[in-house]
């Protein structure tokens, strides 16, 4: 048997509610996680997996998705598709039709989740199973803010999604996981508009005795729709990936970032071009592209936005910082010091 033609879609319109005032400054795609964009965390998969090309779906920040990856991003030509109204997780696939047209399989990714996707894994159940679309599920306890449970048979079929009517038996509940393999034929039912693909197209396919598939993964995997899921996230891959120096002391720190000789990392992600000063301390926290952090300071559990400028003697402990962006009101949960935005990183 040949191998499946496979073309991509990664979803990266969203505005990343949840991540304000971050997300004012960079979409949730482009947030890095150890020096690499979520996105391209992704990317890097879907290549290896033996995808042809893929696209990207663009709506919040469009140019600035766009300028990072140009036209091709590790070894994929990249497609984008510009949302003037953001289409959602079904819709989106409609204006791509004539792209993905010669595919076998659509892989479908949501652009804000942080896995070692296991797409061949995935693609060799999807075509042993002959399912019209196989899911990826977590083994972590279902969790309603991370979308609910999927209810699966004992074959690992899917029988229930959100608060739908049971099609079977339910034999185990995970988390959906953030990545769909789709036989190109359900491409025909995408009709044009927003759409759920929850709702527009597997609830009706269960209906119809239709089978969708699930493969369910041990691996790490992350949703950082959140700032707390964010920072944990980068915390998690850096103790995970082999390839960087991890967090064990010193933590994770980009070639191009400053650190005095007199200052303290412990367990932290510095990014390119920001900076620790004098005998400022910084513990389990990301500092983003720029940032810098004054002498004396001392930053724990926290996130520094990109370019932000934290005094000296600061004392940060479960905030994120941001700037303030001209035109953009604070939240409710913020509060403003100078020109300097500190929102609470729990509760949400």
């Not at 109204?85 to 595919?103: K, W, Y």
């Not at 969790?143 to 608060?163: F, I, N, S, Y």
């Not at 001209?326 to 020109?339: A, F, K, L, N, Y």
Request: some cysteine; charged content about 25%.
């Amino acid at each position: 048997m040949n191998a499946p033609r496979l073309r991509a879609l990664v979803l990266t319109a969203g505005f990343g509610l949840r991540l304000r005032p971050l997300t004012h400054f960079l979409p949730k795609a482009l947030l890095p996680v150890c020096g690499e964009a979520v996105a391209g965390h992704t990317l890097k998969g879907l290549a290896r997996a033996g995808v042809r090309s893929a696209a990207l779906n663009l709506h919040h920040l469009a140019d600035d998705i766009e300028d990072h990856f140009g036209p091709e991003a590790h070894g994929l030509p990249i497609t984008y598709s510009r949302e003037e109204e953001i289409q959602g997780t079904l819709g989106a696939l409609h204006p791509l039709r004539d792209h993905l047209a010669d595919a076998d399989l659509v892989l479908l990714a949501n652009g804000d989740s942080m896995c070692d996707w296991p797409w061949k894994s995935m693609i060799k159940k999807h075509l042993r199973a002959g399912a019209e679309a196989t899911l990826l599920l977590h083994r972590k306890p279902p969790d309603r803010v991370l979308g609910g449970p999927v209810g699966v048979d004992a074959a690992g079929d899917v029988v229930r999604l959100r608060d739908s009517e049971p099609t079977g038996e339910i034999a185990k509940q995970h988390i959906f996981a953030g990545a769909h393999v789709l036989s190109a034929s359900l491409l025909e039912r995408v009709e044009q508009g927003p759409a759920d693909i929850i709702a527009g197209l597997y609830i009706p396919l269960l209906e119809e005795g239709k089978r969708i598939h699930t493969v369910v993964t041990r691996r790490r995997w992350h949703d950082i729709g959140t700032p707390r899921r964010y920072l944990e996230a980068n915390l998690d891959w850096a103790r995970a990936d082999r390839r960087l120096p991890g967090l064990k002391s010193r933590g994770v720190v980009s070639p191009s970032a400053e650190v005095d000789d007199a200052a303290s990392v412990h367990r932290a992600i510095i990014e390119a071009d920001a900076a620790v000063r004098g005998d400022a301390r910084i513990e389990r926290s990301v500092l983003l592209r720029g940032a810098r952090v004054g002498a004396g300071s001392t930053v724990r559990d926290s996130l520094i936005g990109p370019g932000v400028e934290l005094p000296a003697s600061a004392h940060l402990d479960r905030r994120m910082v941001t700037r303030i962006k001209s035109g953009i009101q604070p939240g409710e949960r913020d509060s403003v010091m100078g020109d300097l935005v500190y929102t609470p990183l729990d509760g949400g």
